[in-house]
């Protein structure tokens, strides 16, 4: 999140209006998967915190590289609590994606520690999101408040009880639907059975209906395209580990396939 002005969109206002976008999960503690896959073009990656070992200074840093090559930082906190989003917030992420916000209770909260006005996030701006203090108390409240961004992730079966008023939360800029943790909470055969694939409609549903995007995360080109059509405008696509996975599975069969001619 950049504490300036620029004359160009920021993320926030990207995603907010809709723009097609495309980001990854970094998994990998280390500053050159973000180097790379900013350098590539992707216009967001998600530090995930929660499913990979970062802690605070590897956050840091790996923030520092998205800023580096000019793609935006987020980060997926290992928990839903103020104390999480405060930390990576005060080192200068774009925004967060908070897991599990399965009630509009859950969601006015995580909301209110994102925003400072109309809300109770921490004050620092001798942080990098306020440039170390080179930016005063109010022009760096104003701009958190307009740019960092606030993504909750449904992927509980309670949550879709309550979806409209979790959706309706202000200060919440837009939801991810989490497939993987609805499918195995519901027990479903797989993310396309035909209770999943009426999770995400309802969802996707409740967003357009308060003017608010989805984000997703997909497997390929043709999964993003039929999305795309349901009203989801911000895609992810693998990781940093998966696509090295992918890369590394390809050069081995290749060139292991020379030697069985």
């Known amino acids: 999140m950049s504490s300036g002005s620029d004359s160009k969109p920021g993320f926030r206002q990207r995603f907010c209006g809709g723009d097609h976008l495309v980001g990854t999960f970094i998994k990998t503690p280390a500053t050159h998967p973000v180097e790379i ?6 216009d967001f990656v998600i530090i995930d915190e929660e499913h990979a070992p970062w802690d605070r200074v590897t956050i840091d840093a790996a923030l520092l590289a998205a800023r580096a090559s000019g793609t935006a930082g987020l980060v997926r906190v290992a928990e839903p609590t103020p104390s999480k989003i405060l930390s990576v917030l005060d080192d200068g992420a774009t925004g ?19 925003r400072y006005r109309g809300g109770k996030r921490g ?13 005063g108390m109010w022009d760096h409240v104003a701009a ?16 879709l009880d309550e979806i409209d ?7 919440l800029d837009g939801v991810f639907v989490g497939r993987g943790d609805l499918s195995v909470a519901l027990q479903a055969s797989g993310m396309d059975a035909p209770e999943i694939v009426g999770a995400c409609e309802k969802i996707i549903a409740a967003a357009k209906g ?8 997909v497997a390929n080109a043709d999964e993003a395209r039929r999305f795309r059509a349901m009203g989801v405008s911000a ?4 990781s940093d580990q998966g696509f090295m996975r992918q890369a590394a599975l390809k050069a ?3 060139i292991a396939a020379v030697g069985a001619r």
């Open 252 to 254: 081995y069969s290749d």
């Open 144 to 159: 958190a408040d307009r740019d960092v961004t606030l993504i909750a992730m449904i992927e509980d079966p309670e949550a």
């Open 123 to 135: 004050f620092s701006n001798t942080t990098r999101a306020g440039r170390f203090g080179a930016v």
């Open 165 to 171: 008023a979790i959706v309706a939360t202000e200060g």
């Open 37 to 42: 896959i900013g350098g590539v073009g992707f």
């Open 210 to 217: 308060v003017n608010k995007p989805v984000a997703m995360m």
């Open 235 to 238: 895609f992810i696509v693998s």
């Open 96 to 114: 967060v994606l908070v897991p599990h916000v399965s009630s509009p209770a859950k969601a006015r909260e995580v909301a209110a520690a994102c």
